[in-house]
């Protein structure tokens, strides 16, 4: 839950299993950035939001996630609201355009990546899809850390 990331500094995003675009490419990034994060013992914790909620199940999103070199041991993957649930939070929590058209499988999102503070606001945004600037988010995780 959001209560259990209270006091800690998370990166979020928001995909879906089924994407045909921007979805694989960010979670290689995000892997990417897990990656790096753990070299630098960083404590951070990922978050990646389904968008897709009412199709992705823990178990699609977990057969999603195995496609990837990535560790469930800082990273969540979450489902289990609305899709009116998610299209609100992400509006107002990160103020950001989630909406799947009627009669459609693929998700409108956006591909960035968040920087949320140990008090849960948004402090930063970055590109997830591509020229992901993991220095830069590496370094404002050191700084949140470090506060």
Known sequence: ???????????????????????????????????QMEEENLQARIVSFSVDPENDTPEKLKKFADNYPLSFQNWDFLTGYSQEEIEKFALKSFKSIVKKPEDEDQVIHQSSFYLVDQNGKVVKDYDGAKNTPYDEIIADIKTLENR
């Not at 209560?3 to 990034?29: R, Y």
């Open 1 to 35: 839950s959001l209560e259990s990331l209270n006091g800690q500094v998370w990166v979020a995003d928001f995909i879906f299993t089924n994407c045909k675009t921007i979805c694989p490419p960010m979670t290689s990034h995000m892997a990417e950035l897990q990656k």
